[in-house]
């Protein structure tokens, strides 16, 4: 907060918005893992071996249909677990996925006509019970790892940026008449100060609140190539392309001027 000299000065906010979803994506990741281990694994095995007694001679009784739809019961929990992950890792239009959807409903559709027919059913696709669980299987376990290395990369990006802060330094936060205040970014990695010459320009921005009405561009010092565009109604600027600029006196209003900082730097070429 910046704030006029006869103003008690107040917190100033240092840090900028960080996303902290790294528990979450652990728990995500652990979950799909056991689903896949239990598709691929014993879950494979056992279900493979009540298929192929279902499908040893030819024909599915009354008394066998009771038994399938928990079989069908537990693929479509399945299914509907791999859809919620694969949607919110935003693998919804992989191939991956397409495919896993494809064979869930050949499966699904095969043997929901089998469990809803009236007596025995006998008809020559019940042979076909086996090769489609195992096209699913195949289709689920290669999602899964699509999944898992998402979160994989993702969890390493959100662990890296919640160990990055950055910081707004504001000098003085009260400002004497005629006089102005600096205003700077600062980057935190590790609770070590980041050398800003690293930092480019244009990936640094400011969000100011609480400015003068009618305040012009000219209560801003900007170094060359920065920029300020300023909205009267809401007394508010987005100072842009500087690492650091000045705020004159008579651009703060009344009750202070709240500034925020957002650096956005390629994940792939941090400089630190």
Known sequence: MIQKMNNKPEEILLVSGVKEIG???????????????????????????KFQQYTEDGEIT???KPSLQRELDAIDRDFQLLRRETRENGLG?????REYEDKYNQLSALLTKIINSVGTYGASDVY???????????AATALGNLILETQEINSTIDSYYARTSV???????AVPVNT???????????????????????????????????????????PTGASVV??????????????????????????G????????????????
């Open 62 to 64: 009354d008394v066998e």
């Open 257 to 272: 001027v709240n500034v925020t900082c957002q650096v956005i730097l390629d994940s792939d070429s941090m400089p630190f």
């Open 93 to 97: 239009d992989s191939d991956e996925y």
């Open 128 to 138: 076909e019970i086996n090769n489609y669980y195992t096209q699913y299987t195949s």
């Open 23 to 49: 528990k979450a994506v652990n728990l995500n990741r652990e979950r799909v893992a056991l689903t896949i281990l239990g598709i691929a694994n014993e879950d494979y095995d056992l279900i493979n071996q």
């Open 180 to 222: 102005t205040t600096s205003i700077s970014a600062q980057i935190v990695y590790n609770g070590s100060a980041i050398d800003m010459t690293d930092i480019s320009a244009s990936a640094v921005s400011f969000g100011l609140t609480g400015l003068a009405t009618g305040i012009q561009s000219s209560a801003f010092g900007l």
């Open 230 to 255: 300023i909205t009267e109604l809401t007394h508010s600027a987005v100072v842009s392309n500087c690492k650091s600029f000045t705020l004159a006196y008579e651009g703060i209003g009344a009750t």
């Open 167 to 173: 910081i707004v330094n504001i000098i003085p936060e």
